[in-house]
Every structure is written in C-alpha cells, then in structure tokens.
C-alpha cells in the first residue's frame, strides 16, 4: 500500500524526499495545471512532427499519431513472438522511420523527437499490467557526461507523461538502478558476449533499496537486440526485492 498521491510517490522514488500527505494535496491540483499551460505552450510553438519525414502532424498529439499517413507504409511494426520474448517487450522493429529517429536521438542530440517516439512506448501492451515505476536502464556517468543527456531517461520520462494522461498511475524513477562500471557498446561485441559484458553491471544504490521492496517495475530502454542490457537490470531489481519487473524497448533490432 503506497502513503503517497501520484505526485508524492514520484518525489519519493526520485529525490527520497519524504512529502507529507497535505504537501501532496495542496501541491498536486497547482504543478497539474501549471504542466498542462506549459504542454499547451509547447504544443503551440512546436507543433508535433512526423518522426519519417518531419512535416507537421495535423493531428493532435493526445491522437497517438507519431507519423504522416505517408510514413506509416515504412513502420516496421514486430512479428507477435518478437513483441515479447523472454520477459521483454518491444513495440517496433529497429527499421524505418523509427530507426532513424532513435539513431537521432541518441546519437545527434536529437531530444525533440524523444515525445514522439515515446507516444509508441505509451501504446505498448505492457502497460495492461498493473506496473508501479517505470525506471530507464542507466548510463554509466562517463557516457552521461558525453552525451549530456540519457536517451532511454527521456523516453521513459515522456512515456510517463503519455500514461498519465490517460490515466496510469505510474512513477517515473531514473535513480533505482545505477551503472557499477563502464561496458562497452553492446553494437560493438559479438551477440553471444553481450550477456557476460553487462552481466552484474547493475546495481540499486542502498539508499534507494527499501523503494524497490515489492515493486512492480517496467525498464526502458531505447534498442534491443539480445535483451541482455534489460536481463541484467531486471536482474539486479529482483534481487533487490521488486515484486515482479519487465523489460521494454522502443525497437528490436532483429537476428
Ligand atoms: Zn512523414
């Protein structure tokens, strides 16, 4: 049993601050309006864009539209058994104007298409299930400081917002997992390395352990191929007492 509203929940698994039930009712009606006079502005001057070829989408973002009509012949939606395989979803094949896109975003700073590309995290039949947290697999702090941003962070973050909207009552919670040690690029080593490679790389920081007791989380991240990025981090939370946890990508890249 959760002691917090949504907005207080979120706060606690994000920042362990420990709001009090009358912060949570007074603080939650105003940050909800103020977010939706925000989303409103965005939406006005930067209107939502097909993620294939960029024109602008007549339709309004809540329509779930993240491409053109002309776009959607070149979506590489997965065959069922490639969905979900082994504990882990995926909503698109790692093709097409998805691919793109996600190569954008990761690789070219790219951050205003990670909404877009959220909206089909969103649609996900993942979300059926009765999910607690969502939490994005974690960049080791080398790679942060690189990038300057974590990819899978921001589509997770997105994606939150989506099922909020339509009425999930989820947290976003970027700091239950962290990275133990560097790996190297899972694209640059052979499929059958890629599982020892990140193996143990994960870990949940102590502080944060007793937010994991009897959780059921979600882990996000932006491709997968083998899944042994999101094996590895569903592993680490299971052992750090979660209820039960899947693992959702964006795209699969298929053998
Ligand atoms: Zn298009």
Known sequence: MFLFCEAGFTQQLQHSWVPTDTSCMLLQRPRRWIREQLDSLVEFWWPPTCLGCGCVLAAHPADDVFVCTG?????????????FESGIWA????DGP???AARGLKFHGR???AGSLALLLA???VWDGNWTAVVPVPLHRVRLLRRGYNQAELLARWAVRQLRKRGHNIALA???????????????IAARDRFSNVNGAF?????????VQNARIVVVDDVTTTGATLQACR???????????CGLALARALP
Do not use: I, M
Request: some cysteine; glycine content about 4%; proline content about 10%.
């Open 235 to 245: 592993q680490a939370l299971e052992q750090a007492g979660a209820a039960a946890t």
């Open 203 to 211: 870990d949940v920081p102590k502080r944060h352990a007793h937010l």
């Open 91 to 94: 909503t698109q094949g790692y």
């Open 174 to 188: 970027p700091r239950l997992l962290r990275r133990t040690r560097a790996t190297l690029p899972q694209t640059e």
């Open 123 to 125: 649609q996900s039949r």
């Open 98 to 100: 998805v691919a793109r």
């Open 71 to 83: 776009c959607r012949f070149d979506l590489s939606p997965l065959p069922p058994e490639f969905e």
């Open 111 to 113: 951050t205003e298409l």
